[in-house]
């Protein structure tokens, strides 16, 4: 005799019994206002108010909720209405043009990883060091004009800074001279004769009265425009050339300097100084993660304590330090020389310049550390980089001897006018 199991009959899919549902208590259940619950506590009134709007959102008053008719009534209004305002609207990503928007001609630009022959100044005019000569280029009429009899030297051009407020430019030289110029009379203000055992290669304006420099020895010296005595601080810590130089801000606490030795300096201006060495700051963080050349330094203009660095030839990494302790948060490795970087004044946005194989100028996004745009225009190692005070266009320049301004970060839109407060101020009388 065949057990029960065996003449089981397996089917497909599951088909419920409906005479086994009581629909009238589910109704029921829905619809009533107050309900004993298993407990015998009756419902709250937040709870009664639910029940209703139930009802009317999506049973719309209706006698039953499953039915056998035509097609169903449309969703109410009320459900539509909610799930639009709450659906996440996708922004719309922004193009990055892949060409340079303008190309100019810098002949007998130097190929030297120890120099800054580039500067954007807050008077949009930008700066270019040209062998033994200076070219300006103003960015609102583009206009461009040259001054080498300014100088009165034919030393070549081994660094310049346009000061804070545009109008002083410091030009150094390779006979160890530093000149600041006026930019509205082109005429030397201050002349500052260096060792001649050394050369300025980078420049930081700390306010509009000190400069700070960086020699090819490995000396940083703070000069006070306004004093007789010039130099009133040096930083030691440098063995070679200090290739690049970045205060953290106007008046800025923090001095960053990278330099030949492969070192990466944080220095803190409010740190007490010993007595017997009272023209002398201290070294708050050295560096040496790095294993090439440092001459690419920015701070982030919306973390303060927040500093990028980009290692030479035989290092390719970008790293990023907190600058309170020290510590790296972050490194990538780009694969190829990083030659120079620049923070988006407006954004979380890098752009990094770079050398062999590509010579490209990459834009990451921070900090994902996603690559946003690859450009490429140079056909040599970009060692130069200037942004537009006015926010979206680069400047780049190579030993291929052109400059190319580049459509890269995202200009940002004119502040709204604030409306006007006071009552009937746009008339000049009330009749």
């Not at 629909?23 to 407990?39: G, I, K, N, Y």
């Not at 609102?140 to 660094?159: C, Y």
């Not at 990094?352 to 490429?376: D, I, V």
């Amino acid at each position: 005799m065949a057990s029960s199991r065996s003449r089981r009959v397996e089917y497909d899919r599951f088909i419920p019994f409906r005479s086994a549902m009581d629909m009238d208590f589910a109704r029921c259940a829905l619809t009533m206002p107050s309900r004993p619950q298993r407990d015998g506590s009756i419902e709250s009134p937040s709870s009664v108010a639910y029940q209703k709007l139930l009802v009317q959102c999506i049973l719309k008053n209706r006698s039953r909720i499953f039915a056998f008719k035509s097609a169903p009534e449309s969703p109410a209004d009320k459900v539509s209405q909610f799930d639009e305002d709450n659906r996440p609207h996708k922004k719309q990503q922004r193009r990055i043009p892949k060409d340079a928007d303008r190309v100019l001609a810098a002949y007998d630009i130097l190929d030297d990883d120890r120099l800054n022959l580039l500067d954007w100044g807050s008077n949009n005019v930008l700066a270019i060091g040209l062998n033994d000569k200076v070219c300006l280029w103003n960015a609102a009429n583009k206009s461009s004009t040259e001054f080498s009899r300014a100088l009165e030297d034919n030393s070549p051009v081994t660094s310049i800074s346009w000061s804070p407020d545009g109008k002083v430019l410091a030009v150094a030289l390779g006979n160890s001279d530093l000149h600041l110029v006026d930019a509205a009379t082109r005429r030397v203000l201050v002349g500052i004769q260096g060792d001649s055992h050394s050369f300025v290669c980078s420049l930081a304006w700390r306010s509009n009265a000190i400069l700070t420099t960086g020699r090819s020895d490995g000396s940083i010296v703070d000069y006070d425009i306004r004093k007789d005595d010039r130099a009133i601080c040096d930083y030691r810590g440098h063995r070679l050339e200090v290739c690049s130089l970045k205060w953290s801000e106007l008046f800025g606490r923090y001095l960053a300097s990278g330099g030949k030795d492969k070192l990466v300096h944080i220095w803190d201006t409010r740190m007490a100084v010993a007595n017997h060495h009272p023209r002398q700051h201290q070294l708050l963080h050295k560096i040496s993660n790095h294993t090439s050349t440092v001459r690419a330094l920015d701070w982030c203009p919306t973390r303060s304590n927040l500093l990028a660095s980009g290692g030479g030839r035989n290092d390719h990494c970008i790293k990023f330090w907190n600058a309170v302790n020290g510590v790296c948060l972050n490194s990538i490795d780009t694969g190829s020389e990083v030659c120079a970087l620049l923070w988006d004044k407006n954004k979380s946005e890098l752009l990094t310049s770079h050398g062999f194989p590509n010579n490209q100028l990459t834009l990451w996004n921070y900090t994902s550390m996603m690559r946003k745009a690859e450009l490429f225009g140079h056909s040599s190692r970009v060692l130069y980089l200037a942004g537009s005070p006015l926010g979206g266009v680069v400047a780049s320049a190579a030993e291929d001897e052109t400059l190319k301004f580049w459509n890269v970060f995202e200009t940002p839109k004119p502040p709204k006018p604030e409306a006007n407060t006071v009552p009937f101020a746009q008339f000049s009388f009330i009749r």
